[in-house]
């Protein structure tokens, strides 16, 4: 069971990684946007550390929302938590890893060739891949970090025919590393 501390750095940490997805920001956003340290602001997506106060109306003007909605636990249902079935994000995740996923069932349409890491159903098996747009635009490559999983090809027209879509993988709690 978790304790009331751990329980509010989850509660804030999962409320701004979301608030940045909707805002598509990145830690470097805000490193840069709002004058903080970077390892400061990856101890709070991390849930590592809760910020004081005045940091938290800080971040609550910047997404242009109530303070509140970054401290109180969020009752929509758009996250989950998947825990890692495979190893092919390892390092990164390993088997029994958790992440947190938003779910969407489509890429995100950007102008980047990295169209980000996804919790996928590829063939019945749920498994986390970075899905890239090949240089010919005719295709995107599944990419696993996992050097021992192979990387898989498939054209433009097929990806929603050949993988489900269950979500984007925002965030990762690599619980191994401290086995």
């Not at 805002?23 to 946007?33: A, E, F, G, Y």
Request: hydrophobic share 35%; with cysteine.
């Amino acid at each position: 069971m978790l304790s009331k501390d751990d329980t509010y750095r989850k509660i804030f940490s999962n409320n701004l990684n979301y608030y940045m997805q909707i805002n598509s920001k990145i830690q470097d956003d805000l490193v840069r946007d709002l004058g903080l340290k970077s390892s400061t602001i990856s101890s709070w997506c991390n849930g590592q550390k809760l910020p004081r106060m005045d940091k938290i109306v800080l971040l609550s003007n910047y997404f242009g929302i109530h303070f509140s909605k970054l401290i109180e636990e969020r009752t929509d249902n758009n996250y989950f938590e998947f825990i890692a079935e495979d190893d092919a994000m390892f390092p990164i995740l390993d088997v029994g890893d958790v992440a947190l996923v938003y779910k969407q069932t489509e890429i995100d349409n950007i102008s980047a060739p990295n169209k980000g890491t996804y919790l996928i159903k590829l063939g019945n098996k749920n498994t986390i891949r970075k899905i890239v747009l090949n240089e010919d635009k005719n295709g995107y490559s599944l990419i696993a970090m996992n050097p021992y999983h192979k990387i898989i090809g498939i054209s433009k027209d097929e990806l929603y025919s050949k993988i489900q879509i269950m979500g984007k993988v925002v965030k990762s709690e690599n619980k191994s590393a401290f086995k």
